[in-house]
C-alpha cells in the first residue's frame, strides 16, 4: 500500500448534480477516485467545459460540495478531480445541474427529501460527511483510533435517528470486504446542525504496516442503501 508514487489516480466517477430539487443550492456529490485523498470541483455554464471556474479554494477531503452561488433559471455543469497528494486524476465527465425553477418540486430519488408517492416511503433527510481528522500521525496494530468527525445536515428539517459505522478498507471505496470496527445510534440532527463526532474504535490485531482507510458511514434511520460516506487515510507502523 501507500500514495507514495507519481501514478495519478483515476478520475472521480458518478458525479451527481441535483437537478432543480433545492432552491438555495445546488448539490454535488461524486464517488472516491482510488485512493484519493482530497478533490477539487469545478463549474462551467457551458456542457463543453468551456471557461471553468474552481469552486473549492484548496482540495477538500468530503466528496459533496453545496454550490450556493448557483442562480435561479441557469443551467450549470460540474466536474471534479482527485488527488492522491501529489498528483491530480483527470477531470471527471461533466453533469448537469440546476437549481429548483418556479417553486417546482423536483423528484430525484437519489438526493431529494420529498416524499417519493409512488411507493408511499417517507421523507430521507441525511447527514454528510464534512471532514474525517486523526489523533495521531500513525497507529499500531490493535491499538485505539480516535476521530473527529465532521458532519452536516443540509436540509432545512431536522435527520432523525442516525446510524454511525466505522470501517477499515484497504481504498476510498465502501464496499463488503471492509471490515466493521464501531456501529452507534445517533438520535437526531437539528436542521441545518453542524456537528463534530468525538470517535474512538479498536483497530484491528494483527494488521501488516502500510496505508489503510477509515471509512465513516451514516446511515439515515438505518437504512444503509441510502448511507453517506466519509473516509481518510491511516498508517499502521511496525512497532
Known amino acids: 500500500m501507500g500514495i507514495g508514487n507519481t501514478v495519478a489516480p483515476p478520475p472521480p466517477v458518478n458525479l451527481n448534480a441535483s437537478d432543480g430539487v433545492y432552491d438555495k443550492f445546488v448539490l454535488i456529490r461524486w464517488e472516491p477516485a482510488g485512493k484519493a485523498s482530497e478533490y477539487r470541483l469545478f463549474r462551467s455554464t457551458s456542457p463543453s467545459g468551456a471557461s471553468l471556474i474552481e469552486l473549492t479554494r484548496s482540495g477538500q477531503s468530503s466528496t459533496w460540495f453545496c454550490d ?49 408517492e409512488k411507493y408511499a416511503a417517507p421523507k430521507v433527510v441525511f447527514v454528510l460527511v464534512e471532514n474525517i481528522k486523526t489523533d495521531a500521525d500513525a497507529y499500531v496494530s490493535g491499538g485505539m483510533a480516535g476521530l473527529s468527525i465532521a458532519v452536516h445536515n443540509i436540509f432545512d428539517e431536522p435527520a432523525h435517528r442516525t446510524e454511525l459505522r466505522i470501517y477499515l478498507s484497504a481504498d476510498a471505496t465502501w464496499d463488503f470486504n471492509d471490515r466493521l470496527l464501531l456501529t452507534k445510534t445517533y438520535s437526531g440532527f437539528p436542521a441545518g446542525a453542524r456537528a463534530v463526532l468525538e470517535e474512538a474504535t479498536l483497530l484491528p490485531d494483527p494488521l501488516l504496516p502500510g496505508e489503510y482507510f477509515l471509512l465513516v458511514v451514516l446511515a439515515p434511520e438505518g437504512d444503509i442503501l441510502n448511507a453517506k460516506t466519509g473516509a481518510t487515510i491511516i498508517n499502521i507502523s511496525d512497532q
Open 68 to 116: 450556493y452561488g448557483a442562480e435561479k433559471g441557469k443551467d450549470y455543469y460540474y466536474a471534479v478531480m482527485g488527488s492522491e497528494g501529489k498528483t491530480y486524476s483527470p477531470l471527471s465527465p461533466f453533469d448537469k445541474g440546476f437549481l429548483r425553477k418556479d417553486g417546482k418540486v423536483a423528484q430525484d430519488e437519489s438526493l431529494t427529501a420529498v416524499e417519493q
